[in-house]
């Protein structure tokens, strides 16, 4: 091979090295761009107090939702609540039904999420009373959760931003 052999490989070689380290660059640009997601189940309100309202559930934990200040999800600390007059808090009977330790979930792993009824007045899903349920079918399907006479709450499967900081 000639002299000139080797500089026209040499030359190509290097063209692809400056080529390769290009499109590392803008592979690298594009995923710190990106915001990394997790499936993860979601207590989501969809009427009464809790509408609108998003609580992502964590694995291991369990989550008491009620009227309590004290409950990890709390009708009294929710702003359409907050936001009433007291004269509109007096009058909301519907609010007096959900009890103050209503009911739990457990996030045991995205095929077991435990339901948990607290209260006298009792916890429906899919418009069946339940005592406890284990959902097992999240990955397939949604569930409603009623409780008091107007709160209800869809259990379902999102996406949602992974709270892992990217090394």
């Not at 063209?15 to 690298?28: D, F």
């Not at 369990?62 to 929710?78: E, H, M, N, W």
Request: charge should be negative.
């Amino acid at each position: 091979m000639g002299r000139l052999d080797v500089s026209i490989v040499w030359g190509y070689a290097l063209h692809k090295v400056r080529e390769r380290q290009w499109l590392k660059c803008q592979v690298t640009a594009v995923l710190e761009g990106l915001e990394t997601m997790q499936k993860v189940p979601v207590l989501e309100g969809i009427a009464g107090h809790v509408q609108g309202v998003k609580f992502p559930l964590e694995y291991g934990k369990t989550v008491v939702i009620g009227r309590s200040r004290g409950a990890d999800l709390s009708l009294q600390q929710l702003d359409s609540y907050q936001n009433m007059s007291e004269e509109e808090k007096e009058q909301d009977r519907a609010f007096r039904t959900v009890s103050g330790r209503h009911f739990e979930v457990t996030m045991y792993n995205l095929k077991a999420v435990e339901i948990v009824n607290l209260s006298p007045n009792g916890t429906y899903v899919d418009g069946k009373p339940v005592d406890r349920q284990l959902v097992d079918d999240l990955a397939t399907n949604s569930h409603e959760i009623a409780f008091g006479l107007a709160e209800r709450m869809r259990l379902s499967i999102q996406d949602v931003p992974d709270s892992q900081e990217s090394s």
